[in-house]
């Protein structure tokens, strides 16, 4: 009898998804061969609950290795939402489940980030055979040492700082280049640290704006004409750190600078240094694109590995690298956990030795 295998991608799209569901689909079929059936899920949750699908091919996982995206669409589907009956009178946890069974399902694979492996885990708890795969640029999923996505978006990112060195220093400007990443700063380091950005802004360190304006002016006495400054889109000042989310947010809306910090920033450095600063915000091409080589080798670590477990019948877990290692992590262990940048962080004593400032 085959084994009927369900593939779903959830939340933010991100280079690897792709190479992720081929590395599963040429593992399951060179393992188990006809005995398997693999049955792609639509646009993540979205479509187990409403029952989206199509019945997958070989042929379909030809040519996925350097595609970005995802052939199985995506839509987020808030956790906190899942348990919720909302006017559509919809149980979504009771609908998912019926999808689950009435396609015969063995087992379900859930490739995404937190929220992800949040409902992954719910519906490992409801009794469906589940197996998480990590996926996000933001590399926070607790119990992994990297996430697919993280490091294309990680080369994406130093790109556009590369690229911004040469119109600051024709300019003269300071240049605050706005990093996805709102929980966790580990795309803002690596990226600052790789592209040679002089400030460092993370959520996970709270920051002075008269430290940050302190060293602009410091390289403008040295003789620097210009500045960059990478800032994640969820770095908060000390204030803001000791207030409640929906406190700072409607600060900041009141403020009229928008959700983030960075317009802020910039315009609190013109006015307290003159000198003339200036926004980007690189945005969702972060997460668009041809994965990277490193993201290509990853993903089809992670898919193969899943395939092993489909194959053990292991399962209520979710793949992970840890020292090198690809494992498995139980989805309860790591589940609404987050992967912060802790304070012992090597990288962080790198960027201070660099002299670079982290706010």
Known sequence: MKKRVGILTAGGDCPGLNATIRGVAKALYV??????????????YHGLINGDYKKMQPDD????????GTILGTKRTPFKMMQ?????????????????KDLKLDCLLCLGGNGTHKTANLLSQEGLNIIGLPKTIDNDIYGTDVTFGFHTAVEIDTEVIDRIHTTAGSHSRVMCIEIMGNKAGWLTLYAGIAGG????????????????????ERRAKNGSNFSIIAVAEGAMNAEEARMKRKEWA??????????????????????????????????????????????????TQFGSHAAKLVEAERYGVTVAMVNNRVVENRLEDIAGKSRNIPESCDLLTVARRMGISLG
């Open 250 to 299: 409607a600060k900041r809306a009141e403020a009229g600078f928008g959700a983030t910090a960075t317009n802020r920033i910039a315009a609190a450095i013109q006015k307290k240094t003159g000198l003339e600063t200036r926004v980007c915000i690189p945005g969702h091409m972060q997460r668009g694109g041809t994965p990277c080589a490193y993201d290509r080798v990853l993903s």
């Open 197 to 216: 950005a002089d400030i460092i802004l993370i959520p996970e360190l709270p920051y002075d704006i008269d430290r940050v304006c302190a060293a602009v």
């Open 84 to 100: 919720v009956i909302e006017e559509d009178k919809i149980d979504k946890v009771a609908a998912m489940k019926k999808t689950y």
């Open 61 to 68: 996982f030809r040519g996925l290795l350097t595609l970005g």
């Open 31 to 44: 393992r188990m061969g006809d005995n398997v059936e693999i049955i792609g899920i639509l646009n993540g």
